[in-house]
C-alpha cells in the first residue's frame, strides 16, 4: 500500500485521512512517509451560511508528521485555492496571479 502512496502523492501537496486524527493537508516527503508542515482540516458550519474549512496547526505546532501506517485514503490537491491557502498558513507567502499596474502584454 505504501508504494502506491509513494508513487502518486510524493513531493506534492496532499490531503490524507489519518485514523484517530482526521483530514490532513501537508506536502508529503519522497516516500510518502512524511507529511511537511502538516495542518487538520476543520470545518464550521453556521446555521444560514456556507460550511468554512480552516487549516489548523496540531498541537504542539509539528513540523512533520511522521506516518507509521499507510493512511485510510489520500489525494493530491489539484484545487490552486486550497494549495495557496496551505502555503500563506505554513509560510505566510500570498500566491499572486497577477501583478498590479502590469501593462498588457507583459507577463
Known amino acids: 500500500m505504501r508504494s502506491i502512496f509513494s508513487?502518486?502523492?510524493?513531493?506534492?501537496?496532499?490531503?490524507?485521512?489519518?485514523?484517530?486524527?482526521?483530514?490532513?493537508?501537508?506536502?508529503?516527503?519522497?516516500?510518502?512517509?512524511?507529511?511537511?508542515?502538516?495542518?487538520?482540516?476543520?470545518?464550521?458550519?453556521?446555521?444560514?451560511?456556507?460550511?468554512?474549512?480552516?487549516?489548523?496547526?496540531?498541537?504542539?505546532?509539528?513540523?512533520?508528521l511522521i506516518l507509521v501506517r499507510s493512511p485510510v485514503f489520500g489525494y493530491k490537491i489539484l484545487n490552486k485555492e486550497l494549495k495557496d491557502n496551505y502555503i500563506k498558513e505554513t509560510t505566510g507567502l500570498v500566491i499572486a496571479d497577477k501583478i498590479p499596474n502590469m501593462p498588457e502584454g507583459i507577463k
Open 7 to 64: 508513487e502518486k502523492i510524493s513531493d506534492k501537496v496532499a490531503c490524507v485521512m489519518i485514523e484517530g486524527v482526521g483530514l490532513v493537508f501537508g506536502k508529503m516527503n519522497k516516500d510518502a512517509t512524511i507529511i511537511k508542515n502538516p495542518r487538520v482540516i476543520q470545518t464550521q458550519n453556521i446555521p444560514n451560511q456556507p460550511p468554512k474549512m480552516r487549516l489548523a496547526s496540531m498541537i504542539g505546532d509539528p513540523d512533520e
